[in-house]
């Protein structure tokens, strides 16, 4: 019973291996890695040529405090300068500019609905 029952403990052991893994050998790994290496550095100098030290500052804080917001900046920096629309690079203020608009669009209003229907139909005086 014992040889079985390590058996069923290696089989579970190597199936949560790997699903550790992603379920992919090393060699599909690794390839994944160096593809999102090359986008970092793709992405890096992008924005290098775009940026301003100052600027890159400045985006470099935004994506500590606020990684989401900042990876949308970022995306957006890099989509501008792919279609041409920056001919220079952008300045601390210009960059505060865009971080501004970006705000603007980010914001959520929250609104609570209350459906009188439903709580029609959910009487509890109807049980007395």
Do not use: C
């Not at 089989?11 to 890695?33: P, V």
């Not at 160096?34 to 290098?48: A, D, S, V, W």
């Amino acid at each position: 019973m014992e040889s079985g029952a390590s058996s069923d403990m290696s089989w579970h052991r190597d199936y949560f291996d790997k699903f550790e893994e992603g379920g992919q050998d090393g060699s599909s790994q690794q390839k994944a890695a160096e593809e999102r290496k090359q986008i970092e550095e793709m992405k890096h100098n992008i924005l290098t040529q775009v940026l301003t030290q100052e600027a890159r500052a400045r985006l470099n804080t935004l994506m500590i405090g606020k990684p989401e917001k900042g990876q949308i900046v970022e995306n957006m920096l890099i989509q501008m300068a792919r279609s041409g629309q920056l001919m220079e690079k952008l300045d601390e203020q210009q960059l505060i500019s865009i971080l501004e608009k970006v705000s603007k669009q980010m914001q959520k209003t929250s609104t609570v609905k209350f459906d009188r229907r439903r709580a029609a139909l959910d009487d509890s005086d109807e049980d007395l």
